[in-house]
């Protein structure tokens, strides 16, 4: 079965300090994994993908994402944190087979970002 | 302009009444799908459609129903509103495995 978890439910960072948001997952095969962020009343906008190329992705916003197959885990990561980085991040798996377009989400990781 | 939009974009209803939340797109994309999302639960598929011919349900159909009117829309009913279908609602389309997300209807139902 597939599964996606997010380690933290909430993290706080200070202005231009590094963010890490730590997210693992659980497949049998090679998935598709994403992070979307969900800003304040609006929709859920892409960050990254990773779908079997490099192992470094990086996405919008300099963040960057490493797929680490022998830890199962995909980490979102930023060097220094911005004001209007703060919003919910979700970690997401689509299974290799696809089933349905189904994504398997994460249940969130709130970021706060301290003046 | 957005590639998906939602209408409305905020609800609020009463038990029993009939609701039909609206989905367009301008992408061309075939896949579509509607999703609910609960604090703490992350996002649940309810339908999706691969095209006008073909629905699907999801995880949580339960409660709801769908219509593909065209291939650039996609509406979702809720025949008779319950309170715990108190939720965000988004619409989504794909290209392979990467779907594009709406901007939500808030739905409250009393």
């Known amino acids: 079965a597939q599964s996606v978890t997010q380690l933290d439910s909430h993290v706080s960072v200070s202005e231009g300090t590094p963010v890490l948001l730590r997210c693992n997952y659980s497949?049998?095969?090679?998935?598709?994994l994403f992070w979307y962020v969900q800003h304040p009343n609006k929709g859920l906008q892409l960050l990254l993908k990773y779908t079997s190329a490099a192992t470094l992705v990086k996405g919008i916003n300099g963040f960057e994402a490493e797929f680490k197959k022998s830890e199962t885990s995909f980490h979102l990561t930023k060097p220094s944190a911005h004001m209007s980085d703060a919003a919910e991040y979700f970690c997401?798996?689509?299974?290799?087979?696809?089933?349905?377009?189904?994504?398997?989400f994460g249940q969130g990781t709130e970021l706060s970002v301290k003046p | 302009d957005a590639d998906v939009t939602q209408t409305p974009r905020n609800r609020i209803t009463k038990t029993g009444k009939r609701i039909m939340l609206e989905c367009s797109q301008t992408k061309g994309h075939d896949r579509m799908y509607w999703y609910r999302q609960d604090p703490g639960l992350g996002l649940q598929l309810i339908y999706y459609s691969f095209d006008v011919k073909d629905i699907n349900k999801g995880e949580i159909s339960d409660g709801y129903s769908v219509s593909r009117q065209a291939q650039a829309k996609f509406s979702l009913s809720l025949e008779s509103a319950i309170p715990n279908q108190t939720a965000l609602y988004f619409c989504?389309?794909?290209?392979?495995?990467?779907?594009?997300f709406g901007p939500g209807t808030r739905l409250t139902v009393l």
């Open positions: 997401v798996v689509s299974p290799f087979y696809n089933q349905g377009g189904k994504l398997i």
């Open positions: 989504a389309t794909s290209v392979g495995n990467t779907q594009y």
């Open positions: 497949s049998s095969y090679s998935p598709s």
